[in-house]
């Protein structure tokens, strides 16, 4: 009997969930809203482990191993340690809650980790890579070795501050990356802009945080002004994230994961002659390589399921 294995990324504000085979390609995949408290992430995954079941016409006795990737220090053995963006998952054992559901082999894992291990076995071994969503999580890999820091904490690109007295982050300090470079960023300026009824482009019943949402901004943004002014505004602040960087790594390759990175192919011109504006003057380090992850917005859920 085949079997397969199940892999998750639990975002902001989606988790991701994906089904691969033994040769860890993807079957079966979806989204589905991330849970507002901890207690919930447990139902949240078997509903969605069912949902790929079906779509793919498996039994769940057919999955081996569950990997599960979290926006989260987490201990060896599974203990969570911290989890900025859902405190609430701090204490609790979701890795035994899921073994006793379904009997299969499950691995906690940080979800940036989860990532890296994806983009290392499709663009090598030294990357910078930058998964932008609702937030931005980073890491650094250099010789296939993932920076992790004294604590565990190293990649928190989002948590840079690129504006002095900016705008609030979820994290207590203002002005911070991800309040810029992100997702978020391009959803609420869309939906400012809407309000003034000046775009109206964009169904307004859409869930204003899915990737096919945010892509549709980039979509229109070759025709649509306010749109365009958008994009190149969250191109901006994300060159000064990188170039900012670039000098404290000296990265060859940038590597964009996230749920943005299914529109890169939209915004990457965009990108690199914001790129060469933040970095001036310096001719050695403008042929930086940007590219989208391979497998983009389930990248890291494929990581978690190569991991379990
Ligand atoms: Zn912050």
Request: hydrophobic fraction near 45%.
């Amino acid at each position: 009997m085949l079997s397969f294995r199940v892999g998750f990324d639990l975002g902001g504000t989606k988790l991701a969930g994906v089904l691969v085979d033994q040769n860890l390609k993807p079957v079966a995949s979806c989204f589905v809203p991330a849970p507002t408290h901890g207690q919930w992430l447990g139902e949240a995954m078997m509903d969605v482990i069912g949902r790929l079941c079906m779509t793919a016409k498996i039994v769940p006795g057919q999955i081996e191993a569950v990997g599960v990737g979290l926006p989260a220090l987490i201990a060896p053995g599974g203990a969570i340690q911290s989890c900025a963006h859902l405190p609430s998952l701090v204490g609790m054992d979701i890795q035994n809650e899921i073994q006793s559901a379904g009997r299969w082999r499950v691995h906690l894992e940080n979800d940036v980790n989860c990532a890296a291990v994806t983009a290392m076995a499709n663009h090598g071994s030294s990357f910078l890579l930058l998964t932008i969503g609702t937030g931005i999580g980073g890491a650094l890999v250099e010789d296939g070795n993932l920076r992790r820091g004294f604590r565990g904490f190293a990649g928190e690109f989002g948590h840079m501050v690129i504006a002095v007295g900016g705008d609030q982050c979820v994290c207590g300090k203002r002005g911070c990356a991800e309040v810029y470079a992100s997702g978020s960023f391009l959803a609420s300026r869309a939906r400012r802009a809407m309000e003034q009824g000046r775009l109206n482009e964009i169904p307004d019943d859409a869930d204003a945080t899915s990737i096919t949402w945010t892509k549709r901004i980039f979509e229109i943004a070759a025709t649509n002004l306010v749109a365009n002014r958008i994009v190149e505004e969250f191109c901006s602040y994300l060159a000064v994230v990188i170039s900012n960087l670039i000098e404290a790594t000296d990265a060859k390759m940038v590597l964009i994961g996230g749920g943005v990175s299914a529109s890169f192919d939209l915004f990457e011109e965009q990108l690199n002659h914001a790129y060469l504006l933040a970095m001036p003057s310096d001719r050695l380090r403008q042929d930086i390589v940007f590219q989208a992850i391979e497998f983009g917005p389930l990248a890291g859920a494929i990581g978690a399921a190569a991991i379990a």
